[in-house]
C-alpha cells in the first residue's frame, strides 16, 4: 500500500488520420503536471487483436490469443482509466468495444472517465460505453470532457490547437481532480479487500 496510482490514457481508435492524438497529448501534458498519481498512454495500436473469438467471455476463462492477453495484463496494472473516445454512429469505435470483450475481472472495481469528441461532444458514445463498463464492474464517473465540433472544426480546418480552448483544461482538472478521488478510494478498497483474503 502507499505507491501512487496508475491511470491508463486509453487511445480508442486506431484509424490512420485519427483525432484522437491531441487530446490524448493535451490532457497526458495536464495530466503530467499532477503528483498523486502516475499516467500513461496505451494505445490500442499496440494491441492489434482480432475480433473477438475466443471460446468463452473471460468472465469464465482466459483469452487464448497473446496480444489480448497483453492487452489483459496491462489493464490489470492499472487503477484507473481515462478512456479517449471517438462517436461512431452515435457509439464508441468498434476497435474499443472489441478490446473490452478481451478483458473481465482487470477491470473490475476500478473507475473511468473519458475525453470525448464528435457530435454533442462524443455524449452518445460515452453514455454506450458507460453501459459497456458497467457490466466490467467500472465505476464510470460524472465529468468527462466533452469536445464538440466547433472546437474539432477549428482544429481539423483552422489550424487551431486544443490550447485555443482554454475553458477544456478546466473542465479537464475538475475531471482528473474526481478520478484520482476514486482512484484512491477504490484501490484502498482493493488492497484491504486482498489483505482480508490472504489472512
Request: no cysteine; hydrophobic share 40%; charged share 25%.
Amino acid at each position: 500500500m502507499g505507491h501512487k496510482p496508475k491511470i491508463g490514457i486509453i487511445v480508442g481508435t486506431t484509424r490512420q488520420g485519427r483525432f484522437a492524438d491531441g487530446p490524448t497529448n493535451w490532457i497526458a501534458a495536464i495530466a503530467g503536471r499532477r503528483t498523486d498519481a502516475e499516467f500513461e498512454v496505451v494505445d490500442l495500436r499496440d494491441y492489434p487483436m482480432p475480433f473477438f473469438e475466443e471460446m468463452g467471455s473471460p468472465f469464465y476463462v482466459p483469452p487464448q490469443n497473446e496480444i489480448a492477453l497483453k492487452w489483459a495484463a496491462k489493464m490489470d496494472s492499472l487503477d484507473g482509466y481515462i478512456f479517449i473516445t471517438a462517436e461512431y454512429n452515435h457509439s464508441v469505435s468498434g476497435v474499443l468495444k472489441n478490446a473490452l470483450d478481451y478483458a473481465y475481472k482487470e477491470f473490475n472495481r476500478k473507475p473511468a472517465t473519458f475525453v470525448a469528441y464528435g457530435g454533442t461532444g462524443g455524449a452518445r458514445a460515452v453514455e454506450h460505453l458507460r453501459h459497456i463498463l458497467a457490466e466490467l464492474q467500472v465505476a464510470s464517473l460524472k465529468f468527462p470532457v466533452h469536445i464538440g465540433m466547433n472546437e474539432m472544426l477549428g482544429i481539423m480546418r483552422e489550424g487551431k490547437t486544443m490550447a485555443d480552448y482554454p475553458y477544456l483544461d478546466d473542465t479537464a482538472e475538475k475531471m482528473l481532480d474526481e478520478l484520482l478521488w476514486w482512484t484512491h478510494a477504490l484501490k484502498t478498497a482493493r488492497e484491504s479487500a486482498d489483505i482480508r483474503a490472504a489472512a
